[in-house]
């Protein structure tokens, strides 16, 4: 028997990327993250079968509860300084609005969930909190459960993410993994 095949969608937002990889592998198990509640909703009844798990928490390093702060869908985010995007006035964030979202430390669910036998595929586009969770999956060795992932960077859009730390992160991701640079 072969691999089970697993897809998990950080930041799954209305659910395209989950419609594309159920409909080429309608085996797969596929679990979403999606922090916040209206999108959260709108996904648990657009994906209202078993091979698709919604969890209504944010993807990140520690169980809790947490500020997300709240702009366009596309642009909301758990961290704190957002560089103001004037050209793009759509993806401004609020820093005043947000809700209380739990989170999910995700290096010790993948640990607790999965074993080597299932070939994760990853997509994170979680607004500058990748870079905590990907330093955390490679601090737990939870990055080595993952075989590719799909990851939107942001480190442009919060001037506390330095260059350097990006192009670290990224490259040790790139060395356990099969790391794609998303859009």
């Known amino acids: 028997m072969g691999s089970r095949e697993v897809y998990i969608d950080l930041g799954a937002n209305v659910g395209e990327t989950i419609a ?8 797969a198990l596929i679990y979403g993250f999606e922090p916040n509640p209206s999108l959260a909703q ?12 919604i969890f209504e928490k944010a993807a990140w390093i520690l169980d809790g509860v947490r500020r997300f ?10 961290i704190d300084g957002k560089r103001s995007m ?22 010790r669910w993948l640990l607790d969930t999965f ?4 070939h994760i595929t990853m997509k994170i586009d979680i607004e500058g909190s990748e870079y905590k969770l990907l330093q955390r999956m ?12 799909y990851c939107e960077f942001h480190y442009d859009r919060f001037p506390a993410i330095s260059v350097e730390t990006h192009e670290r992160i990224k490259s040790q991701v790139a060395q356990r ?4 640079v998303w859009r």
């Open 115 to 118: 074993t080597e036998n299932v």
């Open 177 to 180: 993994s099969d790391l794609k």
């Open 138 to 149: 490679l601090d737990t060795d939870a990055i080595d459960l993952v075989k590719t992932i």
């Open 69 to 78: 702060y709240l702009g366009h869908d596309l642009s909301s985010t758990l």
């Open 42 to 53: 709108n996904l648990r009844a657009r994906f209202n079968d078993d091979s698709v798990l």
């Open 86 to 107: 004037p050209d793009y006035p759509e993806f401004e964030i609020s820093y005043e609005k947000y809700v209380l979202v739990e989170t999910i430390d995700l290096s």
């Open 20 to 27: 594309n990889f159920a409909e080429k592998n309608p085996e």
